[in-house]
């Protein structure tokens, strides 16, 4: 996971900096490491997932992402991306306040 998540940054990167070039060969070396990496959940997987967990910890706002973030991690790592968790979290936790 950390080498996909590297290999995601430096595109990003290149692509600021205008070096497509680079940006397209880290693009298909991601996509081979991609092949050897456990299936990622799908994001109305991950949103059900989060949204059991926000009830089982009994979070009410973002106050309480801290608890949610502890135990989504916990729950969904290898499984699911973590800035994708917390930007789901983030967005459920603000709806429900």
Do not use: W
Not at 8 to 26: H, M, T
Not at 48 to 77: C, F, N, P
């Amino acid at each position: 996971m950390q080498i996909a998540k590297q290999r995601r940054d430096s595109i990003e990167q290149y692509s600021k900096a205008g070096r497509e070039e680079l940006a397209a060969q880290e693009a298909a070396e991601l996509a081979i490491v991609e092949e050897y990496l456990p299936q990622q959940m799908s994001e109305e997987e991950v949103e059900k997932a989060i949204g059991e967990i926000i009830a089982s910890v009994g979070a009410t706002s973002a106050k309480d992402m801290g608890k949610v973030m502890g135990a989504a991690m916990q729950q969904l790592k290898g499984k699911a991306d973590g800035k994708k968790i917390q930007e789901i979290v983030k967005a459920k936790l603000t709806v429900e306040s």
